[in-house]
């Protein structure tokens, strides 16, 4: 099927050029695996998991059986003074795989619902207990929290912040970026060790100028997934906890591309061995074939609110989506997550990892214009000097040619990355990394 069979007058592309996708479409008619298949017949290789959401792989059967088994049993029921099954089920599986007492989930249907649900969660919370003042949140710049108006208040990447600054929630600061472009250029499946304390700003500036009675929550990604693949220097995170438990701050993890196995374990939270208050979901958790995302938050919290005065019969946090904790959604949770455990893919995509930092720090160091590598978990990321006065474009056009030769790359900003489904194979790292090499070479 060409091209030009499709109507294209009508879809308006996300976060998509879309005047230059209209002059060179890029159409999936088919996938399974670790390939799609193309409108014009080629077979391009899935590095990118569709966007860090396809864990194990495109078309598995028990995935696909579970969702057509729940269409013939129960399509859909509202979530509102009832509930179904799966959506129990699915919620006491993701509890039992979250750290701590991290053991209540509300469920909605993306990251970026997760976002400012946590965020409506925190401020719920304070008041239950009394501290309605604690009103200001905490991101970081070059953060990604989705698209609602909550998440990119307290997200930190200009692009997505620009056209909306007067809608932005008012009592929002950010801490610094957590990337040392000088000593930690090149990382490799390690925490970068900082010199200083990144962490400084946010003790002497930014929590004396709110006070820090004020704030409600910090939220952060345990690795800056959407901004290129940025690690948090050694030991922030259990710092970030010990300053949020000092002042009585939630501290939120937003696990939307962490979450469910990238790192190697069953949350960033699991890698780095600290617990937040509360934990944002999605991708992974249906391997991204229908949407479905949450907040798993601490008995704490849900017990604060469950201590009211009100009647039994009054509603306790007004919050929720037509959609949360759909019983198809939740079926294809169940068995993903069954699938996850029954290949043991997490562990898998650890060891993984390490071939995939291997290959690309031997064989993108030194070409030109490339001016860092970073290799955590199963993603890397590979940075380039951009163009003057044009930036993003050799990136962009990198992109371009490796999607010509058969490889799905992610560009970001500057920055290109690979994060393929943990069933991913040596052969498919290494055909990915060498086309990434090539098309770097000939972009340079």
Not at 22 to 42: E, N, Y
Not at 314 to 337: D, K, M, Q, R, W
Not at 382 to 393: M, N, Y
């Amino acid at each position: 099927m060409a091209y030009n069979d499709f109507t294209m007058d009508n879809q308006w592309l996300p976060f998509t050029p879309n005047r230059s996708f209209r002059k060179d479409p890029r159409i999936f008619v088919g996938a399974s695996g670790m390939h799609f298949t193309t409108h014009d017949g080629r077979q391009v290789i899935d590095g990118i998991s569709s966007l860090w959401c396809v864990g194990a792989g495109h078309a598995r059967a028990p995935i696909n059986e579970a969702i057509k088994k729940q269409l013939d049993t129960l399509d859909y029921a509202t979530a509102f003074q009832v509930s179904n099954d799966k959506a129990f089920r699915a919620a006491d599986m993701i509890a039992a795989m979250a750290p701590g007492d991290l053991n209540k989930v509300l469920f909605c249907n993306s990251g970026s619902e997760a976002a400012d649900t946590s965020l409506k969660v925190a401020l719920a919370y304070h008041r239950a207990r009394g501290e309605g003042h604690r009103t200001v949140f905490i991101g970081r710049e070059r953060g990604y929290h989705g698209v609602g108006f909550g998440g990119m208040s307290v997200g930190g990447i200009p692009a997505n912040r620009k056209a909306f600054g007067a809608a932005m929630l008012p009592r929002v600061d950010h801490m610094r970026f957590i990337h040392d472009p000088v000593n930690n250029a090149y990382i490799h499946n390690q925490e970068p060790v900082w010199q200083e304390d990144p962490l400084l700003e946010l003790e002497n500036r930014i929590l004396p100028l709110h006070d820090p009675s004020n704030v409600a929550a910090i939220i952060v990604e345990p690795v800056a997934g959407s901004a290129g693949w940025y690690l948090a220097p050694k030991g922030y995170l259990k710092r970030l906890r010990e300053i949020c438990d000092k002042h009585g701050i939630l501290l939120i993890f937003d696990e939307v591309i962490t979450g469910f196995g990238r790192m190697g374990t069953n949350f960033g939270a699991d890698f780095y061995g600290v617990v937040p208050d509360m934990l944002n979901f999605a991708k992974c958790v249906t391997n991204g074939v229908i949407p479905l995302g949450g907040v798993i938050c601490r008995d704490k919290l849900y017990d604060a609110m469950m201590k009211t005065d009100a009647p039994e019969h009054v509603v306790e946090f007004f919050h929720g989506y037509t959609y949360s904790g759909h019983p198809v959604a939740c079926a294809a949770a169940i068995a993903t997550l069954d699938l996850y455990k029954q290949e043991n893919l997490f562990a898998r995509a650890g060891e993984m990892g390490k071939v995939l930092g291997d290959a690309f720090h031997s064989t993108l160091k030194g070409l030109p214009n490339v001016i860092g590598i970073r290799s955590l978990g199963l993603a890397a990321a590979v940075e380039l000097a951009p163009i003057a006065g044009s930036p993003g474009k050799r990136a962009y056009d990198v992109f371009l040619d490796c999607f010509h030769k058969g490889s799905l790359v992610r560009p970001a900003g500057d920055v290109l990355v690979i994060a393929p489904p943990y069933i991913v194979e040596k052969s498919h790292i290494d055909t990915l990394v060498n086309t990434l090499a090539d098309s770097i070479k000939k972009n340079a």
